[in-house]
């Protein structure tokens, strides 16, 4: 005697493009479901792992200075504005303060860059702390500088085939007869790191006539350290402006949540048409089928037997629905990457979209419940279905 799953698989390979479509439908609301959560986890690692990549929790700038400082330039701005390095000792003295590195960016114009020219970007910066606190920049070729003073760079990946620079070439710095030697080109890194050159920050302060000045400080304080308390503690230094990663997370996690709820909303009516769709597709079933459910009774069938069965055919749609989405997701993930990146005011260099397996495990389990939920309707319909009127009808009842 075949098992009720055989009666149903049976039951829905009668009407083959009819089930194929609601399984499509299934497999696309699975789509989104799958993609929705891989988003929300995918952006919030994400973003957290480019925090983490800055390798210090607040950046301390001169007050006024933008961050960005080739768009200063660029739009007509008078230089950037600098601080006295001696900061870097009172920041230092914190005992909360595990680690500083100070910084120089200093923008130039680069008459070799196109016919009008162009500005080229360094930053000086500390060999000493620097590389500790971007562990994640790796060498494609050579090691940083080997002493704070030296005529020596390391250029990001960009800026080295931009340049058309490798291990041991000379370059000639804009705006001086200064030339330093190349000492390492870094690996990609996907990060704002691969279109800058990089000189020890005393070299930029000697050959640009910056004496004793530097543009921000990376400061990483104890794990213990109450941030919002060491930064208002910052404030009190004078001519600065505090930067603090977590306000910027925050910031940036604010202006995706419209964003999310956008895709949420989209996920929910994908969710309720494929609910209908399912619904739609067993309730025609049991109509079809009026009669025949009918002779099953009168021949023994309980009337559970009736309610699983219709059931099961709803189980077996969901589950390869969800299962074929599943897989479209993971497939597709890529291209969903690319597609919320073109909405978002702001994306992080890393994945965006993270599916795992226990990702798709848990939508799988939430569309077979929206799934079974659609079914009770149906399966209630035929469960009460009496034997003679159901023989004697030639059409089902809604």
């Known amino acids: 005697m075949p098992s009720l799953f055989g009666i149903a698989w049976k ?30 986890q995918g952006y919030e690692n994400s973003l957290n ?34 601080m006295p390095y001696s900061i870097v000792d009172s920041v230092k003295a914190n005992p909360q303060v595990e680690e500083v590195t ?29 590389p500790k606190m971007k562990t994640y ?8 500088f080997d002493k704070p003073e030296a005529m020596e760079a390391v250029f990001g990946y960009e800026a080295a085939e931009l340049e058309q620079r490798e291990v041991g070439d000379l370059y000639l710095l804009p705006e001086s007869d200064v030339e330093v030697t190349v000492v390492g080109v870094l690996k990609r890194s996907g990060t704002q790191d691969d279109g800058t050159i990089f000189l020890p920050v005393r070299t930029v302060q000697n050959v640009y006539k910056l004496e004793n000045k530097i543009t921000s400080i990376g400061i990483k304080v104890n794990k213990e350290t109450d941030l919002a308390a060491y930064e208002e503690e910052l404030y009190k230094l004078s001519d600065v402006q505090v930067v603090s990663m977590a306000q910027v997370k925050m ?4 202006l995706v949540a419209t964003a999310r709820v956008m895709v949420m909303s989209i996920a929910l009516i994908a969710i309720l ?22 002779i099953m009774k009168s021949m023994g069938a309980m009337t559970s037997h009736i309610f699983k069965l219709i059931w099961f055919e709803t ?15 993971w497939i597709l993930a890529t291209v969903t990457d690319k597609l919320i990146r073109s909405v978002l005011p702001y994306s992080p260099t890393s994945a965006l979209v993270q599916i795992d397996v226990l990702l798709a495990l848990k939508a799988i ?24 009127e159901a023989i004697r009808s030639t059409d089902g009842e809604l």
Do not use: H
Not at 369 to 382: E, H, N, Q
């Open 11 to 40: 039951n829905l390979r009668r009407k083959r493009l009819r089930s194929m479509l609601t399984i499509v439908g299934i497999a696309l609301s699975t789509w989104v479901l799958v993609s929705l959560l891989g988003f929300n």
């Open 49 to 82: 792992k480019d925090i983490d990549n800055l390798g210090f929790q607040v950046l301390l700038t001169a007050k006024g200075c933008p961050y960005e400082a080739a768009t200063l330039m660029l739009k007509g701005g008078t230089g950037l504005k600098y």
């Open 102 to 130: 100070p910084m120089l960016m200093q923008v130039v114009f680069d008459p070799n860059k196109g016919e009008s020219g162009g500005v080229t970007a360094f930053l000086g910066i500390d060999p000493a702390t620097y």
């Open 137 to 144: 920049l790796i060498f494609e070729q050579g090691k940083w």
């Open 251 to 254: 910031t940036i996690s604010n």
């Open 273 to 294: 048409i494929a609910m209908v769709g399912v619904m739609n597709t067993v309730l025609m079933s049991v109509l079809e089928r009026w009669q025949e459910i009918g």
């Open 315 to 329: 189980i077996l749609l969901t589950f390869v629905g969800g299962i074929v989405g599943s897989v479209m997701s």
């Open 365 to 388: 389990g939430i569309i077979m419940a929206i799934g079974l939920i659609s079914g009770i309707y149906p399966a209630w319909k035929a469960a009460k279905i009496r034997p003679i």
